[in-house]
């Protein structure tokens, strides 16, 4: 399996625009997991899927942020509108329930300018 | 939710034990202990975790005390591709069979040669 897949693996954009960031979970796994990671606040948790379905998403900063995940495969991150303090790395992780070990891709650079 | 205290950085030549201490003081009974780590620009990834006994793997041995209130980390022979930032993460439960893994700030372990 090639493990977690996010694209792109690096985004600039201008402020203002809308963000969209995705990400394929190892085959098989049902429980999918968005995390941001920045110098100030280390890897904070967003929002996290199981069965498709998001179960917690009390780490999402603000409207401007939403997540869907239409089906097993695949996952997006949407900022809209994109602001400079939304610069991180935005990491995609998955596994399977009440299984122990998550998975990590290689997350996406944004830098917003 | 029970959190952890580890050191802010550590040291370990090359070729020797490295220890990487974490306080979990407020754990509770079912929760388990886990351990990752995150290499320079890359994504983290599990290492081993546990819940009461000690436990090893290929990579690692986790030492846990017996009123679990602190746990250690133990890379055997560390090397320095072992050279991460090493997180000790308690797991909550949010409902259910749900779970989440809530990031600190880690220890940063560096090895010299």
């Known amino acids: 399996d090639a493990g977690v897949i996010q694209s792109p693996r690096h985004e600039v954009t201008e402020m203002g625009q809308e963000v969209t960031l995705r990400c394929k979970p190892i085959?098989?796994?049902?429980?999918l997991f968005w995390y941001r990671q920045t110098m100030m606040r280390g890897l904070e948790l967003l929002i996290y899927?199981?069965?498709?379905?998001?179960?917690?998403d009390s780490g999402m900063p603000e409207d401007r942020f939403s997540a869907k995940m239409p089906n097993a495969s695949f996952s997006t991150l949407k900022i809209q509108p994109s602001e400079p303090r939304d610069s991180a790395v935005y990491f995609c992780?998955?596994?399977?329930?009440?299984?122990?070990?998550?998975?990590f891709g290689q997350g996406t650079r944004l830098t917003v300018v | 939710d029970a959190k952890t205290t580890q050191p802010t950085s550590m040291d370990c030549a090359e070729g020797r034990a490295a220890n990487l201490p974490c306080n979990h003081s407020t754990i509770s009974g079912n929760e388990y202990v886990y351990w990752y780590r995150q290499i320079h620009s890359q994504g983290p990834q599990y290492i081993i975790h546990?819940?009461?006994n000690n436990e090893t793997n290929e990579m690692a041995s986790l030492i846990i005390t017996e009123d679990r209130k602190s746990s250690t980390l133990i890379l055997p022979h560390a090397t320095l591709r072992d050279t991460a930032v090493y997180y000790c993460?308690?797991?909550?439960?949010?409902?259910?069979?749900?779970?989440?893994?809530?990031f600190g700030k880690g220890t940063l372990l560096t090895v010299n040669p």
């Open positions: 546990g819940l009461k």
């Open positions: 992780a998955s596994n399977l329930i009440r299984h122990t070990e998550a998975f």
């Open positions: 993460i308690v797991r909550v439960h949010s409902g259910g069979s749900n779970y989440k893994l809530t």
């Open positions: 899927f199981n069965n498709n379905v998001p179960i917690d």
């Open positions: 085959s098989g796994h049902n429980s």
